[in-house]
């Protein structure tokens, strides 16, 4: 099993950066590509950013230039540093991992992100 930990969800202001944070557990040994992902109601969850275990990343075009990730595989963590927040970033942000032996994923429980205008 890997269990995954968010931190650092909050209210800021448009113009603001929060960062959050993913601890990974468990059989972390498992785990190949992480991710962030968010959903507001009555949409789908989609992509922000992904990281493989190379370090290669991919990010949506609508946070290109603002927001980056980053991993410490050593300590299986994943970041997602947030500049120049908009009010349509507000969502819940959930962390993602990849798990390869047997292929399958894992989600956090996600982490509120609310940007005031």
């Known amino acids: 099993q890997v269990q995954l930990v968010e931190s650092g969800g909050g209210l800021v202001q448009a113009g603001g950066s929060l960062r959050l944070s993913c601890a990974a557990s468990g059989n972390t040994f498992r785990i190949n590509a992480m991710g962030w992902y968010r959903q507001v109601p009555g949409k789908e969850r989609e992509l922000v950013a992904g990281?493989?275990?190379?370090?290669?990343?991919n990010y949506a075009d609508s946070v290109k230039g603002r927001f980056t990730i980053s991993r410490d595989n050593a300590k299986n963590t994943v970041d997602l540093q947030m500049n120049s927040l908009k009010p349509e970033d507000t969502a819940v942000y959930y962390c993602?991992?990849?798990?390869?032996?047997?292929?399958?994923?894992?989600w956090g429980q996600g982490t509120q992100v609310t940007v005031s205008s």
């Open positions: 993602n991992a990849e798990l390869r032996l047997p292929r399958s994923q894992v």
């Open positions: 990281i493989s275990v190379g370090g290669s990343t």
